[in-house]
């Protein structure tokens, strides 16, 4: 899942057990982007876990072959 804000662009790789989370790796897109600061990171870390469902909701339509509607989120975790 590619994040992107700015100047900075990431992928999120969301691994499962069992539709459990129970871990993400955040690398940075390419490396032209620039380096995400640790207060960043820990921003995406937090919107990944709270949103899990969502998110792994609308990955399971696409590979069922579903129309899904892109959304862009402009609300932050606090």
Do not use: C
């Not at 469902?53 to 975790?77: L, P, T, V």
Request: no cysteine.
């Amino acid at each position: 899942m590619p994040l992107k804000k700015g100047d900075k662009e990431v992928k999120v790789e969301m691994e499962f057990v069992k539709n459990r989370l129970i871990g993400l790796h955040i690398r940075m897109a390419n490396r032209k982007t620039k380096k995400l600061t640790p207060a960043e990171r820990e921003k995406i870390r937090k919107f990944v876990w709270t949103y899990q469902g969502e998110i792994k909701q609308k990955w399971e339509d696409f590979r069922a072959g579903k129309a899904i509607k892109m959304e862009k989120i402009s609300r932050e975790i606090k």
